[in-house]
C-alpha cells in the first residue's frame, strides 16, 4: 500500500492539475473573503443609526456584535469547495479517458487496493485544499471586517474544522462521479450544473410548494452546505442576543443550513452520498475491462 500511496501521489503532482486549481480556489477564497468583511462593515455602518440603536438597547446587543461576517464566510467555504471536487473528478475520469489508469491496474497487487490508495491520497489533497480555503477567507475577512465580525478563537478552530472536513469530502464525491463519469468534460459540467443550479432551483421549488424544510438537509448540496453553515448560525445567535425564532431559519438559509440537521449529523449524510459515489465507481472499476 505505501508503494502504491506514493505512486498515487505522483500521478497528482507531477501534472500542473493540482496547482492550475489552487490558485483559482485561493483566488476566489481571498475574494470572498474581503467581499464578506466589506458587507459586514457596510451592514455595521448602516445599523448604527437611531432606530437601530433603540433596536440594540431592547436585545442588548450592539451591532458591531452580530457577527453578519460568519455568514460570508460559509458562503466562500461552499462556494471554493466545488474547486477541490472538481479536482477530484477531473484528477480520475482523466486517468481514465487517457487510459493511464490501465498501468496502475495492471501492476498493483488488486484494483481494491489501487482504489484504496486513491482514497488517501485524495483525501490528503482535500485537507490541504480545505486549509488553503481557510486561510485565505480568514485573511480577506481579517483585511476588511470590522473586529466585532470576527469569531473568536474557538470560532476560527471550528470553522477551520468543518472546512477541512467539507473540502475532503468534496473531493471524494469528485472521485466518486469522475469514476462513473470517466469524460473530463461531461463530468465538470455535472458538478457545476448539479451543485450551482439544479439542486438549488430544486430547494426553491420545494420551499414554495411547502414540502417540509428537512428535507433540503438531505440532499448533496444541502447537506454540504449544513455542514458549515449550521456552525455558522449556531456562531451568530451565540453572540445576536434575543433572536426571535421566526427569524431563526431566515438565519439559517442565509448561512447556507436551511433544513440541515446539526453539523456533524450534516457531515455524515453528505458522507453517505460520497459513499454513494465512490461505492459505485468502485464496483465499476473492479469490473471494468481497462484496455
Not at 490508495?117 to 480577506?140: D, E, H, R, T
Amino acid at each position: 500500500m505505501g508503494n502504491l500511496v506514493q505512486a498515487e501521489l505522483r500521478k497528482t503532482t507531477t501534472t500542473g492539475l493540482w496547482w492550475g486549481l489552487l490558485i483559482p480556489t485561493v483566488l476566489v477564497a481571498l475574494g470572498g473573503g474581503l467581499l464578506t468583511g466589506l458587507i459586514g462593515q457596510a451592514f455595521v455602518d448602516l445599523t448604527s443609526s437611531a432606530d437601530a440603536e433603540q433596536l440594540s438597547d431592547l436585545i442588548g446587543v450592539t451591532p458591531d456584535q452580530w457577527k453578519f461576517s460568519l455568514f460570508g464566510i460559509a458562503r466562500s467555504i461552499n462556494l471554493t469547495t466545488m474547486f477541490p471536487m472538481i479536482f477530484g473528478a477531473l484528477a480520475l475520469s482523466g486517468e481514465i479517458g487517457r487510459r493511464t489508469i490501465t498501468t496502475t491496474f495492471l501492476t498493483a497487487p488488486s484494483r481494491m487496493h489501487t482504489m484504496l490508495a486513491k482514497l488517501l491520497v485524495y483525501a490528503m489533497w482535500g485537507a490541504i485544499y480545505g486549509l488553503a480555503i481557510m486561510g485565505f477567507i480568514a485573511l480577506g475577512v481579517v483585511l476588511t471586517s470590522h473586529p466585532g465580525q470576527l469569531p473568536d478563537t474557538g470560532g476560527w478552530a471550528m470553522l477551520t474544522l468543518v472546512c477541512v472536513i467539507s473540502s475532503i469530502l468534496m473531493t471524494m464525491f469528485g472521485v466518486g462521479l469522475g469514476g462513473l463519469v470517466s469524460n473530463m468534460a461531461g463530468v465538470t459540467v455535472l458538478l457545476i450544473m448539479y451543485f450551482l443550479v439544479i439542486e438549488n432551483l430544486a430547494q426553491f421549488f420545494l420551499r414554495l410548494s411547502g414540502a417540509p424544510e428537512a428535507i433540503v438537509g438531505f440532499l448533496p448540496n444541502g447537506s454540504v452546505d449544513g455542514l458549515t453553515g449550521s456552525v455558522v448560525a449556531d456562531l451568530f445567535l451565540a453572540k445576536a442576543g434575543v433572536v426571535p425564532e421566526e427569524a431563526v431559519e431566515v438565519l439559517r438559509i442565509i448561512a447556507g443550513a436551511g433544513g440541515a440537521q446539526v453539523w456533524w449529523l450534516s457531515g455524515l449524510i453528505f458522507l453517505g452520498w460520497v459513499g454513494l459515489a465512490f461505492g459505485g465507481s468502485w464496483a465499476l472499476m473492479t469490473r471494468k475491462d481497462i484496455t
